[in-house]
């Protein structure tokens, strides 16, 4: 995925640690010329930025006043669904809609799949699109699909890695059914294992999630002659225009995109989806506006997941706790044809050397997207679940291991002293050596993990600031609030450039027709948008002051501020007129103000620590979290209200994937068997221990993104603390209750440690 | 939570697909008892679309639908009442959640004809023009909520909690709200929200309100005591 790409490119190399590979350079971005430098305000001159603010949308979305795409109803609007393959490996011979087609109320049916195109006639995994069918009625669009006739001719297929990876494996994938494994490696291993006074060796495993957004992918598309509009559930207004432009070979100008309000995407929604393109050739097919939504078992099957890992290691540490080596050998699957690439070890510790061979495996399961933080949930759990192990070895205080191999401290390095404040607040000292001794079924345990995120903002970004005469000001911007609080943010460092309130600007966002902006991925939408709207804002305000100059008898209008309502010598409050005399000065035009990148208002560089404090059954084998500690910066921090709230959300994300969340698939039909939300296990109300979030704010530094951070180290801290607790180490993802008893068996039967 | 008449007999939507079938295209449906026992007659309804009047928020409403379609569908895609939405359609969410006489229900996996003859409430039953409902206002104060596509349901389903147990400790919050779901994770500032809309005591529409009234009765929750009022937010 490109926010993949885009994202290890944002790492901050400064950081890296000199042992591993350092990422490909980022171009320096082009410098544009500025009429002026936009800066952010002293900390001490802000009047909203860094406080908590409500989100400007909640009331809307509280009352269901929102119109979601889900929500909207176009005149004349027809339904659509899909007919979807039930074969995991198929070609399709023949297609007969004819039946469909004929059932009153029908309006257009296509087939996606046929045998005349070599590269439509195979379907690659369950729940792959066949065949489309829009009417006047989601019930009759039902009915439609059932009477499409497929001829299939059903071919081998792969369900498991194992499957995939033994050498008698049926050839499922024309280039094979993995990829050539990739080395990558640094330092001398082999010096570093002769010197090794522990060595731990183990295979680690991570499930597959699946993003689960509660409105399923799709959109609605209208046609106006050879203009397309589509309200579409993305999380990419823009990009979603480019793909849906290329799949139809029609110019983007004849697109736009419009997303008001979405129901969450956490990396799924990040182009344009073959949802909307099948939805537009029915809209044209019918000549009416249609609607198409995925269900939810489609939702699971087809529109992405979190890939699997494997990872067999070897680590070693010499007497004082240095690590030496890591050696590891990885493997996964992002489904068909996608890569699982997640680095070992994860790039918080410093390695002396290390090596890791990576091999994605192929098997006939719909296709990994981005995925809330790509690769660091996985890297993190199986780096941090062998950093303890190494620490147990030495009969050494985990938390003294990690710190005695971080790299040195810097502003985007501070685990050191949030590890000292999360041990502070958890009660780190109280913490038992591995396996708890009290008498009785429940055992208590202790855990911890580092995260780390790039997060900077993308100098492509645009935007575009009016002053009205009659002094209202719109912000537009073309990116998406996918929850994370966008449109408040956009609001918030407007009001904050006017010195208004927040009320009184407007968030103009959520449409093509508004300048670029980045997709909501890679945690890049914060330090973007506030970047560019600060420096938009800037610019209709300099516009606005070379007006009002005159009238105050200013000879230099930079001199002037515009601060709580007024706009004003700077050296003299008293003087000056307030916001609306001053934009009556603009005339009959409202100013219009673009603007283009500007350096030095978004950072790159988080860091991040989780204390996980668990409770485990070892006769049920059940793993209650009772507490997570999280401290966790993201440079200056713009809205502390919805900034803790990402901190929550991305902890129970990580609760999921450390206790409940799998997507099963038959290994002998390749079906999933749970594409539903009673048997894939997110967390509930009951499921969330006390959360403490302390965020660090870092008022001088610029905006960095923070969607992404606060996922990556849960499962890995629960891990941990559940090993503290029951003396056995899980090392697989989720820790089930069977997970839990089998390491128990292993552990009476020779041990896990 | 209050009941979701998940075990409630009669009618279902789940019983009702059962009977139907994966072909059943054209199946007709027997009539619910007490609709049946209502028109005075028992008869087979469907498989094309049959007169239903809904009594939605106060406003009765006459359509006609398929007797397949559900009760969320019916006001989702006949009246526009968009609300609460359609998420896993199988009654493990909550974000359909809708009051039906007092009760919270999964909308999904209830019969838009089941519904006739009810009090149905939605989300959109809450707001009084611009004046949000208290426990609207604290989901927004307290940011419970996020992309907001579950937050409806969780509203109304925290309004049911606190009609029938104007004052739950944590534990019953909890208990009241596993039915509902949430992806973006906020379940801390949802329990926050519905505690505090307790503790503040601004529940003067709760109580106002002749559904109010008649769930406490039903819950055999007395009167509030006196005082409490001048702690209004």
Redesign the interface.
């Known amino acids: 995925m490109p926010a993949v790409a885009k994202q290890q490119q944002q790492q901050p190399p400064a950081q890296t640690p000199p042992a591993q590979p350092q990422p490909p350079a980022q171009a320096a971005p082009p410098q544009f010329p500025a009429a002026t430098t936009a800066r952010w305000p002293a900390p001490a001159d802000r009047a909203h930025i860094g406080k908590s603010i409500?989100?400007l949308?909640?009331?809307?979305?509280?009352?269901?006043?929102?119109?979601?795409t889900?929500?909207i109803?176009r005149p004349g609007m027809l339904?659509a669904r899909l007919l979807d393959s039930p074969h995991p490996s198929a070609r399709v011979r023949s297609i007969d809609l004819s039946a469909a087609e004929k059932l009153p109320g029908v309006r257009a049916a296509i087939a996606l799949k046929g045998p005349d195109n070599p590269a439509t006639s195979k379907v690659m995994y369950q729940g792959e699109e066949v065949a489309a069918v829009a009417a006047i009625?989601?019930?009759v669009a039902q009915?439609a699909i059932?009477l499409i006739k497929v001829d299939y001719e059903v071919l081998p297929h792969l369900a498991t890695v194992e499957q995939s990876m033994r050498p008698e494996a049926p050839l499922v994938f024309e280039k094979g059914n993995t990829r050539e494994p990739t080395l990558q490696q640094d330092g001398d291993l082999e010096a570093g294992f002769k010197a090794a006074a522990h060595i731990v060796e183990g295979l680690y495993s991570t499930q597959v999630q699946t993003h689960?957004?509660?409105?399923t992918h799709g959109g609605i598309c209208e046609w106006n002659g050879e203009n397309l509009t589509a309200w579409v559930s993305t999380q990419a207004v823009h990009a979603t225009r480019e793909g849906t432009a290329r799949a139809l070979n029609i110019p983007q100008t004849n697109v736009r995109v419009i997303t008001d309000?979405?129901?969450?995407g956490?990396g799924s929604k990040l182009g344009g989806d073959v949802q909307v393109v099948i939805c537009a050739r029915l809209a044209k097919l019918a000549n009416a506006p249609v609607k198409l939504l995925l269900?939810?078992k489609e939702e699971h099957l087809v529109t992405g997941n979190r890939p699997s890992a494997f990872a067999k290691i070897r680590a070693a540490v010499d007497a004082n706790g240095k690590l030496l080596a890591i050696d590891a050998e990885t493997w996964g699957t992002g489904g068909a044809g996608q890569g699982s690439n997640f680095p070992v070890p994860y790039q918080v510790y410093v390695f002396s050397s290390r090596r890791q061979r990576h091999k994605d495996v192929y098997i006939n399961a719909g296709p990994q997207r981005a995925f809330r933080a790509p690769g660091h949930p996985q890297s993190c759990f199986v780096t941090e679940i062998v950093m303890d192990e190494l620490a147990d070895r030495l009969r050494l205080d985990p938390l003294e291991l990690r710190l005695r191999n971080l790299p040195p401290e810097a502003e985007n390095a501070q685990w050191e002293r949030y590890f000292k404040m999360g041990a502070e607040q958890i009660g780190w000292s109280k913490r038992h050596p591995t396996g708890d001794s009290v008498t009785g079924p429940i055992k208590r345990g202790m855990g911890c993990a580092a995260n780390r995120w790039g997060g900077s903002g993308t100098n492509r970004s645009r935007a575009a600031c009016q002053i009205h005469p009659d002094g209202g000001v719109v912000m537009q911007v073309g990116t998406q609030d996918?929850?994370?609080?966008t449109r408040t943010l956009v609001a918030i460092v407007t009001a904050e450039t006017m010195g208004l309130p927040i009320e009184s600007v407007r968030a103009a966002i959520g449409d093509t027709n508004y300048p670029w902006a980045p997709g909501s991925g890679g945690s890049v939408t914060a330090p973007s948008v506030t970047s560019i709207v600060r420096v938009a804002g800037d610019a209709a305000l300099q516009q606005l002051f070379a007006k009002v100059a005159p009238a105050l008898k200013v000879a230099d209008p930079s001199t002037l501020v515009a601060r709580d309502g007024r706009v004003h010598v700077a050296s003299d409050p008293k003087t000056g007129m307030t916001w609306k005399e001053a934009c009556k000065l603009i005339g009959t035009d409202p100013i219009d103000a673009p603007a283009t990148w500007q350096t030095g208002l978004s950072a790159t560089g988080t860091s991040g620590v989780q204390f996980a404090d668990v409770e485990v059954d070892i006769e049920t084998g059940v793993t209650r979290v009772k507490r997570i500690v999280c401290v966790q910066d993201c440079g200056m921090i713009v809205d502390k209200?919805?900034a803790?709230?990402q901190c929550?959300?991305?902890?129970?994300?990580g609760l999921g994937f450390a206790l409940f969340e799998n997507r099963i698939l038959d290994r002998n039909t390749a079906q999933m068997v749970n594409p539903?939300?009673?048997w894939y296990l997110?967390?509930?109300?009951?499921d969330?221990p006390q959360?403490d979030v302390t965020l660090v704010d870092q008022p001088t530094r610029g905006v960095i993104g923070l969607g992404e951070p606060p996922v990556i180290s849960t499962a890995a801290a629960v891990g941990n603390a559940v090993a503290n607790a029951i003396g056995a180490r899980v090392r697989t993802l989720p820790l089930t209750p069977a997970a839990v008893l089998s390491a128990l068996e292993r552990e009476r039967a020779g041990g896990t440690l | 939570m209050p009941s979701k008449r998940k075990d409630e007999p009669g009618f279902s939507r789940r019983t009702f697909l059962k009977t139907v079938g994966a072909g059943g295209v054209a199946v007709g449906v027997i009539v619910p008892a007490d609709v049946a026992e209502a028109q005075g007659t028992a008869r087979a309804l469907g498989p094309g679309p049959v007169p239903v009047q809904l009594n939605v928020n106060g406003r009765a409403h006459k359509l006609e639908v398929e007797p397949r379609v559900t009760l969320l569908d019916a006001l989702r895609t006949r009246l526009d009442i968009t609300g609460v939405k359609r998420v896993c359609d199988r009654g493990a969410c909550g974000a359909c959640t809708m009051m039906m006489d007092g009760k919270t229900i999964y909308s999904c996996s209830t019969l838009a004809i089941e519904a006739q003859g009810k009090t149905i409430r939605t989300v959109e039953s809450l707001t009084q023009g611009t004046v949000l409902h208290p426990v609207q206002q604290a989901f927004c104060d307290r940011d419970g909520l996020m992309c907001g596509f579950c937050t409806p349901g969780f509203v109304m389903a925290t309004v049911a909690l606190l009609e029938q147990n104007p004052k739950p400790t944590a534990e019953q919050a909890r208990k009241a709200l596993d039915g509902n779901i949430c992806r973006c994770g906020t379940y801390v500032r949802v329990l926050e929200a519905a505690l505090n809309t307790s503790a503040r005591g601004p529940r003067a529409a709760l109580e106002g309100s002749a559904e109010g009234a008649a769930a406490r009765e039903r819950a055999g929750v007395g009167p509030r005591e006196q005082g409490k009022d001048a702690r209004r937010g």
Request: proline share 3%; charged share 30%; net charge negative.
């Open positions: 409500k989100r949308d909640g009331p809307d979305k509280a009352t269901g006043r929102a119109k979601y889900y929500d109803i339904y009625s989601e019930e009915d059932r689960t957004s509660l409105e309000y979405m129901g969450g956490f269900d939810r996918i929850g994370t609080g209200l919805t803790e709230s929550y959300g991305g902890i129970i994300m539903n939300m009673e997110v967390p509930g109300m009951s969330i959360i």
